[in-house]
């Protein structure tokens, strides 16, 4: 068990006893969506260079969390779980899962994942000052752990809510492995959401090239990766259904587009 804002230990029951061992099948080289500008952001050396330094400005990628907190809140519909768990993948230095914890009285169990410690000590820090604030409902947790997205130590269909912004956009950029990276992703995704869980990604790319790509990395999962059960020793594939990709225009003061795409694992 964790205490309240302890750094980097997580309740066991969220945790894997084991890992899936994954194979690719058959992966052909393709276009895929997003702009290879900055192609450093794919990088770890980047975002360890970046949080290490003390003087780094902190900053929120896309949109401010007051901007958007409500219209997130209610695509969550937080008041469908108690309590609610919620998984923020690649949290960065943002803010925006404490102002989730922060808006609504509801009980909410919040796992936030980085690859970088920096990231994920700062956190931390910042939770325990809302703490001190009184400004986090007691029944609500805040869990960190250090992990990479595309293969998380978290059990199958645990999560009500996985909350994804810029993550998957960051991973886009790598000119190499940005596809296969993003396919990870996304099996990753489809795995730890309960069934009727909703995966929310915020992006600034518009619904012609991002559906599309989304509807293919589903895809990806259902047909290219197989999952090797440690009881069984032969490998089976594993599909999952999902509801139609949604999506909605966020607000956003610099006038920059901003969206908001969702799907509900059925």
């Not at 205490?3 to 061992?21: A, D, E, M, P």
């Not at 901007?67 to 998984?87: A, F, G, K, M, N």
């Not at 001190?132 to 752990?145: E, F």
């Not at 489809?190 to 869980?197: A, D, F, K, N």
Request: with cysteine.
């Amino acid at each position: 068990m964790a205490c309240r804002f302890c750094g980097f230990r997580i309740q066991s029951y969220l945790l894997r006893n084991t890992f899936r061992s994954k194979s690719l099948f058959h992966l052909a080289r393709s276009n895929f969506s997003g702009s290879l500008q900055d192609e450093k952001l794919s990088q770890l050396s980047y975002w360890k260079e970046r949080y290490k330094d003390k003087h780094s400005k902190v900053f929120e990628w896309f949109l401010e969390p007051g901007e958007i907190v409500e219209t997130l809140l209610d695509r969550i519909q937080v008041s469908r779980w108690q309590p609610l768990h919620y998984l923020d993948l690649g949290c960065g230095l943002s803010d925006l899962s404490l102002h989730l914890l922060t808006q609504r009285q509801q009980s909410v169990s919040a796992v936030l994942v980085d690859f970088v410690p920096e990231a994920l000590h700062y956190q931390c820090m910042k939770f325990k000052d809302y703490m001190d604030q009184g400004r986090v409902p007691l029944k609500s947790m805040q869990h960190l752990v250090c992990a990479d997205v595309k293969c998380l130590p978290l059990k199958d269909d645990v999560f009500h809510v996985v909350l994804d912004k810029g993550t998957m956009d960051a991973l886009i950029k790598d000119k190499v492995h940005g596809h296969i990276n993003s396919m990870l992703m996304m099996s990753e995704i489809l795995r730890v959401l309960t069934p009727c869980g909703r995966y929310l990604q915020i992006s600034d790319e518009d619904p012609d090239s991002r559906l599309p790509f989304l509807e293919k990395l589903y895809a990806a999962d259902s047909n290219m990766f197989a999952e090797r059960s440690p009881n069984v020793n032969e490998t089976t594939q594993k599909s999952f259904k999902l509801s139609s990709w949604k999506f909605e225009l966020l607000p956003s003061c610099s006038g920059t587009e901003y969206f908001l795409y969702w799907v509900e694992k059925l």
